[in-house]
């Protein structure tokens, strides 16, 4: 008789949508999109092949050159070195016995927690939260502030509108609303639809399509104001207007000239409603500076016709308008300006006194926005203080690693950068959204250890210490609820972790009970016990929610939404600013924000300015490296997540992420689709696969983020990338003294054809792994 067992269903939930999973004999064997779905994500099943991946860690691994105490120099460099495996115990005892000591040599604010990144969607395993827990309850740790995502975004707009950096996630236009009510979409950046298939914390139920095809029934005509044209998705009919990457200020001041001296602007709205108007209007029509920043001004800037700029800005004026800006937008040189300007068009226009219509932000960054404001509050991992004040901006991680003592500005304060000796990363990969990674390569050298958790071989395991491997949101039990998503999903395990895996939190359970803190981190529960105590803290909010046992069983429930207009209602305000004032200085928008000018920053004055970036096509800069490079979400996965996965995979050129050229500059080089090309600037080169599209235009070339770094030679600083991680090429510098976020959207690079034999790709191969018998022990640092 077979021993064959039926296949077992069980539902989980992922930051992607949500999933049934069939196992077969304790593996699994299919990922299926629920049934309800109708616009499912393909990154769910394609993870099935990854997990039992040879990139998979299998055993907690030191690296040797730490395990001897050598210099981290040639072989014995981060990122290029060995790894032993050693027993739990041993591994647990050696990351406690360095934490210890770090803390105890140089305080506690020399450890490091940033640990960015969207790890697992579920309540209790969220990465992020276990580390965080963790280093609190151990006295403490340097933590980082605002996110790669939207950072200049979040600094900006709180000075602006008031709220806090995300609160315009619930204050943007609804879809809903604006199929109803707007007549004229204005997407700078774009509505990227690929982004819409994520969701932080999950997606129930895919609707992008749903919404879109409301608003082209209703005659919503949208203009994408991007130099991709598939930034705007085909199921709404689209206008491309293909200005130069970084020149979005520049055409939004031309729009706003347009309105001023043809007097179209909304005179009324602007004096009730904002402050500082008269400053910015002095700038725009160059009484303050002699430069009228006119449409022909503009075009000269973003190489889009005066004719285009004006008319644009007279739709604005004439039909119920929604300015939207993409978080790519800001993630690039002076990113605080076009979110500042934007708010400035809308404010002109006046048409934030209708639904749907004014200022909206980040449609193409996430599933949620613009679906719901809100979500009902559920119960997550229980933080305490962090006994460290120091943080530090996110994106300047790699500057506080090379000039610990250095003092930044930052949003009107001073910070110090302390001296990191230790750094834990749990859940995220540095090696994917950081920009300028050979230089990070560099400063990543510098702290005396670096400890990581993860499933996979994945850069950031490779450039650590101490490795201790995971299991997968597959392998527990845990629910999830994303942002402004009314759906909770349960999450439970579909098979049993490799056999040398454990959840983080039994890894923090062992490292606390070694550093004296065990039951004060653990509370006494395990972690099944910690998921059912979460939700039963839920019920107490949602009493209408039923007990975990019939929550479990019916494996997701759909939440009411709530009701209530959110904090700084931006369309209440405008109908009645006395009623709903903003949290700002002066309750109203600030065009002219006297907080700001008072900072003084040469960088980032009282209002919103052109001002020229780092890079782009207009700089000297561009005789050397004549293309833009647009470093974008992917498609395939979320962020560097299951890049070995099939959806991943399926979409390389050669093995290698692509990049998509304009035919006319793809000509020039004498390259075609399926060419492995080079792509470099001064800060690094990387190998990828050409793919020519007219989607984009000329002098712009687009790789998108999320190839696992590989480089051909981790011993020597700067080599070369095979398999196409744009970061090696993106600049690392604060959008400005204000907000310190990344700018990676402000590169130039050439492309070549590359003429040798590519070198193999090895990105997903785990490093080399020796025995413990193999290691000198006589130089052992224990």
Known sequence: MSSRQPRARTPTATHWGVYDVETENGRIVAIEPVADDAEPSPIGPGIVG?????????????????????????AYRRGAD?????????????????????RQRHGDESVYGGSYGWGSSGRFHHAQSQVHRFLKVAGGYTASLNSYSCAAMEVILPHVIGGDGFSIVSRTPQ???????CELVIAFGGLAVKNRQVNDGGAGLHRT???LGRCRAAGVRFVNVSPIRDDVSAMVDTEWVALRPNT?????????????????????????????FERLEAYVT??????????????SICEVPAGVIRDLARSLAEKRSLVSVSWSVQRADHGEQPYWMAVALAAMSGWMREPGCGFGSGYGSMHAIGMERARQRIAALPQPANPVDVAIPVARICDALERPGDTIDYDGRRITFPDLRAIYWCGGNPFHHHQDLNRLVEAWQRPDVVIVNDSWWNPAAKFADIVFPVATFLERNDFAAGANDSWLCAQQKACEPPAGSRTDFEVFCGLADRLGFGPEFSQGRSADEWV??????????????????????????????????PAGDLLAFARDPDAAPLATPSGLIELFSATIDAFGYDDCPGHPVWAEPAEWLGSELAERFPLHLVSNQPATRLHSQYDHGDASQQSKIAGREPIRMNPHDAARRGITTGDVVRVFNDRGACLAGALVDDALRPGVVQLSTGAWFDPADPRTPGSLDRHGNPNVLTLDKGTSRLAQGPSAQTTLVDVERWQDEPPPVRAFEPPRLISAQDVDRDALRR
Request: proline fraction near 5%.
């Open 286 to 299: 160059g009484a303050t500076d002699g430069i009228p920043k006119d449409a022909a001004w503009a075009s």
């Open 50 to 74: 990854a997990l039992d991946s040879r990139a998979r860690v299998r055993s907690p691994a030191v690296r040797r050159g730490w395990l001897e105490g050598r210099p981290r120099d040639g």
């Open 175 to 181: 879809w809903e609303e604006i199929a109803a009510n």
């Open 532 to 565: 059912r105590h979460l939700y039963e803290e839920t019920r107490i909010g949602l009493p209408a929610l039923p007990a975990f046992d019939e929550f479990w069983s019916q494996g997701r429930l759909k939440m009411a939404t709530p009701t209530e207009a």
């Open 248 to 276: 979005d200020v520049a055409l939004m001041l031309g729009m706003a000239h347009t309105l001023i001296v043809e007097q179209r602007h909304d005179t009324e709205f602007l004096a009730t409603r904002c402050v500082g």
């Open 209 to 211: 399509g749903e919404v």
């Open 82 to 102: 060995a790894f032993v495996e050693l027993p739990w115990d041993e591994a647990l005892d050696l990351a406690a016995g360095a934490l210890a000591e770090v």
